[in-house]
Structures are given as structure tokens and as C-alpha cells.
């Protein structure tokens, strides 16, 4: 079964967003990536109206919980990966796609979903042997603190 249509979900809500790398390679190589990557979801945030709740860069994708509009999110998901995309490819001489599928989107139902996706985006580094505690990681991000409990 493919993915539900992005009309398909409510115009405005909690959304977990994901987005992993062609071939599942890495998408950010550095420090200076990641921050690049940042600078431009900073924007996508700043233009779209979105609230972030949690965020979490891993090594070849990302995820991120926002509230906002959904037409909104889809249109700050495009230039936010679209964007770092060619800026990655051109400061590493390549070309072609970085970012694998479309992003994947999941709504979030109520606050005990919204607990657990948290938590879940949190655990992720942990879960990838990328470290043994949430705070270890430098690129997780929350509004509601590192505590993932």
C-alpha cells in the first residue's frame, strides 16, 4: 500500500516529518553541513509559521515534529531539503538526488502521541549507537528538555 495522499490529512495540525538519504548514504559529512542544514530549517520555521517541537539530525536522515499548516509544511519541506540539496552537491562537487523518497509525514493524534513521537525522535541517536544518553547527542533538539522519560 502506498503513502496517503498529503490531501488526505487535516489542513492544520502536529505533524512527524522524516526525510532519509538516497541509498540510505549520509547527508551530512561535518559539522558545518549539519549547521548548514540548520540555518535553513531555521528559515523554513521563520517563513512557514511552523512550531517545532523536536528535532534530530542523524547521519543519512532527519526528523522533525512541527505544528503548523499543512500546505505550509509541504511547501517549507520542498525548499528546506531542495535547498540544503544543492548547496551539499555543489560544496562536494556531485550531482544528482541527496534526498531519497519525499518526505514521509505522520499526523499526531493527541498529547499521548505527542509524548511518545517526541520521545521517540529523542531515543533515535541512542537506538543508533550514535551515543548512550539523549543529551549526549548535539544535534536532538526539544521544547520539552532532553528528559524523554
Known amino acids: 500500500m502506498g503513502r496517503l495522499p498529503r490531501k488526505s490529512f487535516p ?12 541509498e540510505r548514504r549520509d547527508v551530512y559529512l561535518d559539522r558545518a ?3 548548514a542544514f540548520l540555518g535553513q530549517l531555521l528559515r523554513a520555521v ?10 534530530c539530525l542523524m547521519t543519512n536522515h532527519y526528523h522533525l ?8 509544511i509541504s511547501r517549507g519541506m520542498h525548499r528546506l531539503n531542495g535547498v540544503y540539496a544543492q548547496g551539499f552537491n555543489h560544496k562536494y562537487d556531485r550531482s544528482g538526488h541527496l534526498w531519497g ?7 499526531v ?8 513521537t517526541c520521545r521517540y525522535v529523542l531515543l533515535n541517536p541512542i537506538r543508533a549507537g550514535l551515543c548512550r544518553r539523549v543529551g ?14
Do not use: C, K, M
Open 11 to 22: 489542513p492544520y495540525g502536529i505533524f512527524h516529518i522524516t526525510t532519509r538519504g538516497v
Open 33 to 35: 553541513d549539519r549547521l
Open 46 to 55: 521563520d517563513e512557514n509559521g511552523w512550531d517545532v517541537y523536536a528535532a
Open 65 to 72: 515534529v512541527v505544528e503548523g499548516a499543512r500546505d505550509l
Open 101 to 107: 523518497d519525499r518526505f514521509a509525514l505522520w499526523q
Open 109 to 116: 493524534r493527541d498529547d499521548e502521541h505527542l509524548h511518545a
Open 136 to 149: 549526549d547527542w548535539e544535534w536532538t533538539w526539544s521544547r520539552f528538555g532532553l528528559d524523554p522519560s
